[in-house]
Protein backbone atom coordinates (compact mmCIF):
# COMPACT_ATOMS: atom_id res chain seq x y z
CA UNK A 1 0.00 0.00 0.00
CA UNK A 2 1.10 3.20 -0.82
CA UNK A 3 2.33 5.62 2.01
CA UNK A 4 0.32 8.69 3.21
CA UNK A 5 1.35 12.28 2.93
CA UNK A 6 -0.49 15.38 4.45
CA UNK A 7 0.46 18.66 4.37
CA UNK A 8 -1.09 22.05 4.62
CA UNK A 9 -1.00 25.46 3.68
CA UNK A 10 -3.13 28.98 5.13
CA UNK A 11 -4.64 30.91 2.74
CA UNK A 12 -2.94 33.96 2.71
CA UNK A 13 -2.16 36.18 -0.24
CA UNK A 14 -0.65 35.66 -3.39
CA UNK A 15 1.47 32.60 -3.76
CA UNK A 16 5.35 33.41 -5.09
CA UNK A 17 8.30 31.80 -6.49
CA UNK A 18 9.68 31.18 -2.99
CA UNK A 19 6.49 29.18 -2.21
CA UNK A 20 6.03 27.84 -5.46
CA UNK A 21 10.25 26.26 -5.36
CA UNK A 22 10.39 25.80 -1.95
CA UNK A 23 7.32 23.62 -1.47
CA UNK A 24 4.22 23.74 -3.82
CA UNK A 25 6.74 22.17 -6.65
CA UNK A 26 7.19 19.48 -4.42
CA UNK A 27 3.70 18.53 -3.38
CA UNK A 28 3.22 18.49 -6.98
CA UNK A 29 6.10 15.38 -7.43
CA UNK A 30 5.00 13.64 -4.72
CA UNK A 31 1.82 13.05 -6.42
CA UNK A 32 3.48 10.34 -8.30
CA UNK A 33 4.61 8.45 -5.46
CA UNK A 34 2.41 8.32 -2.50
CA UNK A 35 -0.98 8.83 -1.19
CA UNK A 36 -1.40 12.78 -1.26
CA UNK A 37 -3.57 15.00 0.83
CA UNK A 38 -3.00 18.58 0.79
CA UNK A 39 -5.11 21.08 2.97
CA UNK A 40 -5.92 24.77 2.84
CA UNK A 41 -6.34 25.43 6.34
CA UNK A 42 -8.72 28.08 6.85
CA UNK A 43 -8.76 27.50 10.62
CA UNK A 44 -5.73 28.10 11.37
CA UNK A 45 -5.80 31.51 9.29
CA UNK A 46 -8.39 32.94 12.58
CA UNK A 47 -5.84 32.50 14.72
CA UNK A 48 -4.09 35.81 14.62
CA UNK A 49 -6.54 39.14 14.22
CA UNK A 50 -7.87 38.71 10.36
CA UNK A 51 -10.32 39.90 8.17
CA UNK A 52 -13.81 37.70 7.88
CA UNK A 53 -14.37 39.26 4.32
CA UNK A 54 -11.58 38.06 2.91
CA UNK A 55 -10.84 34.67 4.31
CA UNK A 56 -13.19 32.70 2.11
CA UNK A 57 -12.08 34.52 -0.83
CA UNK A 58 -8.09 33.93 -0.19
CA UNK A 59 -9.26 30.48 0.36
CA UNK A 60 -10.71 29.63 -2.64
CA UNK A 61 -8.01 32.00 -4.54
CA UNK A 62 -5.36 29.62 -2.69
CA UNK A 63 -7.72 26.46 -3.73
CA UNK A 64 -7.06 27.49 -7.78
CA UNK A 65 -3.57 28.92 -7.25
CA UNK A 66 -2.58 25.12 -6.58
CA UNK A 67 -4.93 23.59 -8.95
CA UNK A 68 -3.39 26.18 -11.49
CA UNK A 69 0.38 24.79 -10.49
CA UNK A 70 0.05 20.75 -10.56
CA UNK A 71 -2.58 19.98 -7.57
CA UNK A 72 -5.05 17.34 -8.32
CA UNK A 73 -8.12 18.39 -7.59
CA UNK A 74 -8.71 15.04 -5.47
CA UNK A 75 -5.91 15.50 -3.29
CA UNK A 76 -6.92 18.80 -2.39
CA UNK A 77 -9.18 19.68 0.56
CA UNK A 78 -10.52 22.70 2.86
CA UNK A 79 -9.98 22.33 6.32
CA UNK A 80 -13.34 23.73 7.29
CA UNK A 81 -15.19 21.20 5.39
CA UNK A 82 -13.90 18.38 7.39
CA UNK A 83 -15.43 19.85 10.91
CA UNK A 84 -13.61 16.64 12.16
CA UNK A 85 -9.95 18.22 12.16
CA UNK A 86 -11.54 20.62 15.28
CA UNK A 87 -13.29 17.72 17.13
CA UNK A 88 -9.90 15.91 17.59
CA UNK A 89 -8.25 19.15 18.30
CA UNK A 90 -10.34 19.10 21.52
CA UNK A 91 -9.51 15.77 22.26
CA UNK A 92 -5.64 16.33 21.38
CA UNK A 93 -5.71 19.29 23.91
CA UNK A 94 -6.50 16.79 26.42
CA UNK A 95 -3.14 14.70 25.49
CA UNK A 96 -1.09 17.71 24.69
CA UNK A 97 1.22 18.76 27.19
CA UNK A 98 0.80 22.45 28.08
CA UNK A 99 4.54 22.85 29.01
CA UNK A 100 5.83 21.38 25.37
CA UNK A 101 2.69 23.61 23.90
CA UNK A 102 3.93 26.65 25.94
CA UNK A 103 7.33 26.03 24.21
CA UNK A 104 6.54 26.72 20.56
CA UNK A 105 8.68 28.91 19.08
CA UNK A 106 5.87 29.90 16.06
CA UNK A 107 3.75 31.18 19.19
CA UNK A 108 6.33 32.88 20.85
CA UNK A 109 7.32 34.65 17.25
CA UNK A 110 3.80 35.44 16.31
CA UNK A 111 2.43 36.47 19.74
CA UNK A 112 5.23 38.92 19.79
CA UNK A 113 4.51 40.01 16.47
CA UNK A 114 0.59 40.14 17.55
CA UNK A 115 1.82 42.47 20.20
CA UNK A 116 4.08 44.91 18.17
CA UNK A 117 0.55 45.65 16.57
CA UNK A 118 -2.18 48.03 17.65
CA UNK A 119 -4.41 45.77 18.57
CA UNK A 120 -2.32 43.38 20.34
CA UNK A 121 -4.11 40.59 20.74
CA UNK A 122 -3.09 37.39 21.25
CA UNK A 123 -6.06 34.40 20.85
CA UNK A 124 -6.15 31.08 22.44
CA UNK A 125 -6.28 30.26 19.01
CA UNK A 126 -2.88 30.95 18.97
CA UNK A 127 -1.68 28.93 21.36
CA UNK A 128 -3.82 25.96 20.58
CA UNK A 129 -2.53 26.38 16.69
CA UNK A 130 0.32 23.24 16.89
CA UNK A 131 -2.62 21.03 18.83
CA UNK A 132 -4.99 21.12 15.65
CA UNK A 133 -1.94 20.74 13.28
CA UNK A 134 -1.64 17.70 14.84
CA UNK A 135 -5.05 16.76 14.70
CA UNK A 136 -5.06 17.71 10.64
CA UNK A 137 -2.16 15.21 10.69
CA UNK A 138 -2.88 12.08 12.70
CA UNK A 139 -6.59 12.38 11.57
CA UNK A 140 -5.33 11.05 7.99
CA UNK A 141 -2.65 8.58 10.06
CA UNK A 142 -0.25 9.95 7.62
CA UNK A 143 3.35 8.79 7.41
CA UNK A 144 4.71 11.71 5.80
CA UNK A 145 4.44 15.27 6.10
CA UNK A 146 6.26 17.63 3.64
CA UNK A 147 7.22 20.91 5.55
CA UNK A 148 10.36 22.92 6.10
CA UNK A 149 12.54 22.37 8.68
CA UNK A 150 10.27 25.05 11.21
CA UNK A 151 7.88 23.30 11.44
CA UNK A 152 10.03 20.40 13.23
CA UNK A 153 8.91 21.15 16.62
CA UNK A 154 4.98 20.69 15.58
CA UNK A 155 5.54 17.32 14.20
CA UNK A 156 7.77 16.38 17.42
CA UNK A 157 4.70 17.44 19.43
CA UNK A 158 2.15 15.93 17.53
CA UNK A 159 4.36 12.37 17.47
CA UNK A 160 4.07 13.20 21.16
CA UNK A 161 0.20 13.36 21.66
CA UNK A 162 0.19 10.41 19.29
CA UNK A 163 2.02 8.24 22.27
CA UNK A 164 0.54 9.83 24.80
CA UNK A 165 -3.06 8.74 23.38
CA UNK A 166 -1.34 5.27 22.30
CA UNK A 167 -0.32 4.83 25.97
CA UNK A 168 -3.28 6.25 27.62
CA UNK A 169 -5.49 3.86 25.53
CA UNK A 170 -3.83 0.95 25.27
CA UNK A 171 -3.41 0.61 21.19
CA UNK A 172 -0.83 1.58 19.06
CA UNK A 173 -3.70 3.13 17.24
CA UNK A 174 -1.35 6.15 15.77
CA UNK A 175 1.56 5.87 13.61
CA UNK A 176 3.86 8.31 14.54
CA UNK A 177 4.45 10.76 11.30
CA UNK A 178 7.31 12.09 10.60
CA UNK A 179 8.96 14.74 7.94
CA UNK A 180 10.07 14.61 4.55
CA UNK A 181 12.62 17.01 4.35
CA UNK A 182 13.59 17.36 0.50
CA UNK A 183 16.03 19.58 -0.73
CA UNK A 184 14.20 22.48 -1.90
CA UNK A 185 15.73 25.71 -3.92
CA UNK A 186 16.31 27.67 -1.13
CA UNK A 187 14.97 30.90 -3.81
CA UNK A 188 15.87 34.80 -1.27
CA UNK A 189 14.49 37.66 -2.30
CA UNK A 190 15.82 39.56 -5.50
CA UNK A 191 15.99 43.04 -3.94
CA UNK A 192 17.86 42.13 -1.19
CA UNK A 193 18.97 38.29 -1.22
CA UNK A 194 20.14 38.18 2.70
CA UNK A 195 16.47 37.34 2.95
CA UNK A 196 13.71 34.52 1.99
CA UNK A 197 11.73 35.68 -0.71
CA UNK A 198 8.27 36.32 1.23
CA UNK A 199 5.52 38.53 1.18
CA UNK A 200 5.78 39.78 4.62
CA UNK A 201 9.05 41.99 3.76
CA UNK A 202 6.98 43.74 1.07
CA UNK A 203 6.33 43.84 -2.95
CA UNK A 204 9.05 44.50 -4.09
CA UNK A 205 10.91 41.48 -2.13
CA UNK A 206 8.56 38.43 -4.25
CA UNK A 207 7.34 37.48 -7.01
CA UNK A 208 4.20 36.70 -7.90
CA UNK A 209 3.72 33.46 -9.47
CA UNK A 210 0.52 34.65 -11.83
CA UNK A 211 2.67 38.14 -12.31
CA UNK A 212 2.32 40.20 -15.59
CA UNK A 213 5.13 39.11 -18.03
CA UNK A 214 6.49 43.29 -17.91
CA UNK A 215 6.82 42.78 -14.23
CA UNK A 216 8.56 39.82 -13.87
CA UNK A 217 10.99 41.16 -16.25
CA UNK A 218 11.42 44.60 -14.22
CA UNK A 219 11.82 42.44 -10.72
CA UNK A 220 14.50 40.64 -12.35
CA UNK A 221 16.39 43.26 -14.18
CA UNK A 222 16.08 45.47 -10.91
CA UNK A 223 17.63 42.14 -8.69
CA UNK A 224 20.88 42.83 -6.64
CA UNK A 225 24.22 40.97 -8.08
CA UNK A 226 26.89 42.29 -6.66
CA UNK A 227 27.87 45.21 -8.40
CA UNK A 228 25.74 46.97 -6.87
CA UNK A 229 25.18 46.33 -3.50
CA UNK A 230 27.76 45.68 -0.82
CA UNK A 231 24.74 44.08 1.74
CA UNK A 232 24.26 41.19 -0.19
CA UNK A 233 27.15 39.47 1.16
CA UNK A 234 29.12 36.39 -0.43
CA UNK A 235 29.15 32.25 -0.24
CA UNK A 236 31.91 30.53 0.38
CA UNK A 237 32.34 30.22 -3.13
CA UNK A 238 32.73 33.75 -3.91
CA UNK A 239 29.83 34.20 -5.42
CA UNK A 240 27.41 36.90 -4.38
CA UNK A 241 24.10 35.44 -2.68
CA UNK A 242 22.46 37.52 -5.32
CA UNK A 243 23.97 35.94 -8.34
CA UNK A 244 23.98 32.76 -6.68
CA UNK A 245 19.83 33.44 -6.26
CA UNK A 246 20.01 33.80 -9.70
CA UNK A 247 21.57 30.76 -10.41
CA UNK A 248 19.30 28.70 -8.15
CA UNK A 249 16.29 30.57 -9.98
CA UNK A 250 17.61 28.92 -13.72
CA UNK A 251 18.20 25.60 -12.14
CA UNK A 252 14.95 25.61 -10.50
CA UNK A 253 13.20 26.16 -13.68
CA UNK A 254 14.89 23.17 -15.35
CA UNK A 255 16.97 25.56 -17.24
CA UNK A 256 19.76 23.36 -17.16
CA UNK A 257 22.16 23.77 -20.27
CA UNK A 258 21.49 27.73 -19.73
CA UNK A 259 22.34 27.36 -16.21
CA UNK A 260 26.04 25.19 -17.40
CA UNK A 261 26.26 27.49 -19.51
CA UNK A 262 26.26 30.84 -18.00
CA UNK A 263 27.93 29.36 -14.65
CA UNK A 264 30.98 28.22 -17.23
CA UNK A 265 30.70 32.42 -18.40
CA UNK A 266 30.95 33.12 -14.24
CA UNK A 267 33.53 30.86 -13.77
CA UNK A 268 36.03 32.32 -16.48
CA UNK A 269 34.59 35.81 -15.63
CA UNK A 270 33.29 36.68 -18.83
CA UNK A 271 29.60 36.50 -17.40
CA UNK A 272 27.77 39.81 -17.71
CA UNK A 273 25.00 40.07 -15.69
CA UNK A 274 22.35 41.38 -18.32
CA UNK A 275 22.65 37.81 -20.02
CA UNK A 276 22.45 35.71 -16.91
CA UNK A 277 19.24 38.31 -15.89
CA UNK A 278 17.25 37.99 -19.31
CA UNK A 279 17.92 33.92 -18.98
CA UNK A 280 16.06 33.81 -15.14
CA UNK A 281 13.35 36.39 -16.25
CA UNK A 282 12.81 33.81 -20.13
CA UNK A 283 12.69 31.21 -17.72
CA UNK A 284 9.95 32.14 -15.31
CA UNK A 285 7.94 33.72 -18.01
CA UNK A 286 7.80 30.64 -19.35
CA UNK A 287 6.81 29.15 -15.95
CA UNK A 288 4.38 31.46 -15.05
CA UNK A 289 2.71 31.51 -18.69
CA UNK A 290 1.68 27.93 -18.33
CA UNK A 291 0.17 28.82 -14.77
CA UNK A 292 -1.47 31.79 -16.23
CA UNK A 293 -3.20 29.84 -18.80
CA UNK A 294 -4.56 27.60 -16.39
CA UNK A 295 -5.53 29.87 -13.83
CA UNK A 296 -7.49 31.76 -16.80
CA UNK A 297 -9.26 28.58 -17.52
CA UNK A 298 -10.31 27.74 -13.91
CA UNK A 299 -11.73 31.57 -13.14
CA UNK A 300 -13.78 30.86 -16.02
CA UNK A 301 -15.24 27.04 -14.56
CA UNK A 302 -15.47 28.86 -11.09
CA UNK A 303 -18.95 27.32 -10.00
CA UNK A 304 -17.29 23.76 -11.60
CA UNK A 305 -13.99 23.96 -9.65
CA UNK A 306 -15.32 24.95 -5.92
CA UNK A 307 -17.85 21.73 -6.52
CA UNK A 308 -15.01 19.60 -7.40
CA UNK A 309 -13.51 20.74 -4.45
CA UNK A 310 -16.50 20.67 -2.29
CA UNK A 311 -16.61 16.96 -3.81
CA UNK A 312 -12.97 15.86 -2.76
CA UNK A 313 -13.41 17.64 0.71
CA UNK A 314 -16.21 14.94 1.13
CA UNK A 315 -14.33 12.12 -0.20
CA UNK A 316 -11.47 12.89 1.93
CA UNK A 317 -13.61 13.70 4.79
CA UNK A 318 -14.45 9.93 5.13
CA UNK A 319 -10.98 8.76 5.85
CA UNK A 320 -11.00 11.53 8.77
CA UNK A 321 -14.58 10.29 10.11
CA UNK A 322 -13.28 7.19 10.31
CA UNK A 323 -10.21 8.04 12.87
CA UNK A 324 -13.08 9.99 14.09
CA UNK A 325 -15.03 7.11 15.61
CA UNK A 326 -11.97 5.10 16.13
CA UNK A 327 -10.66 7.28 18.61
CA UNK A 328 -13.86 8.19 20.17
CA UNK A 329 -14.51 4.64 20.71
CA UNK A 330 -11.08 4.15 22.31
CA UNK A 331 -11.29 7.65 24.07
CA UNK A 332 -14.19 6.33 26.19
CA UNK A 333 -16.87 8.90 24.38
CA UNK A 334 -20.56 8.13 23.53
CA UNK A 335 -20.30 7.45 19.49
CA UNK A 336 -22.69 7.06 17.09
CA UNK A 337 -22.70 6.01 13.81
CA UNK A 338 -21.95 7.88 10.54
N1 LIG B 1 1.85 25.30 10.38
C1 LIG B 1 2.01 25.13 8.96
C2 LIG B 1 2.77 26.34 8.42
O1 LIG B 1 2.85 27.35 9.06
C3 LIG B 1 0.68 24.99 8.28
C4 LIG B 1 -0.03 23.74 8.72
C5 LIG B 1 -1.18 23.65 9.43
C6 LIG B 1 0.39 22.41 8.43
N2 LIG B 1 -1.55 22.35 9.60
C7 LIG B 1 -0.59 21.57 9.02
C8 LIG B 1 1.48 21.87 7.75
C9 LIG B 1 -0.48 20.18 8.93
C10 LIG B 1 1.58 20.50 7.65
C11 LIG B 1 0.61 19.65 8.25
O2 LIG B 1 3.28 26.27 7.32
Redesign the pocket.
Known sequence: MKKQV?????PTGDMHFGNYFG?VKNWVDLQDLYECRY?V?DY?AMTMPYNPKKLRENTWELIINLLATGILPENLFI?SLVPEHVELGWIFNCFASFGQVSRMT?FKDKSAQSEATSESFISVGLFD??V???A??LIYR?DF????K??DQ??EL?RNIAQRFNNQVGAAYFVLPETLHTETPNIRSTADPSRKMSKSAGEKHYINVFADEARIRKQIKSAVTDANNTRAGRGSSGMSEGVANLFELLKACGKLPAHKTLMAAYTAGTLKYVDLKEAVAGALVEVSAVFKEKKAELNANKKEVKDRIKASSAEIRKRAQETLRDVKELAGLVNVRF
Not at 6 to 10: E, F, G, K, T
Not at 145 to 148: E, F, M, N, R, Y
Open positions: LSCIQAGVHQQYPLMADIAVPVGDQHLA
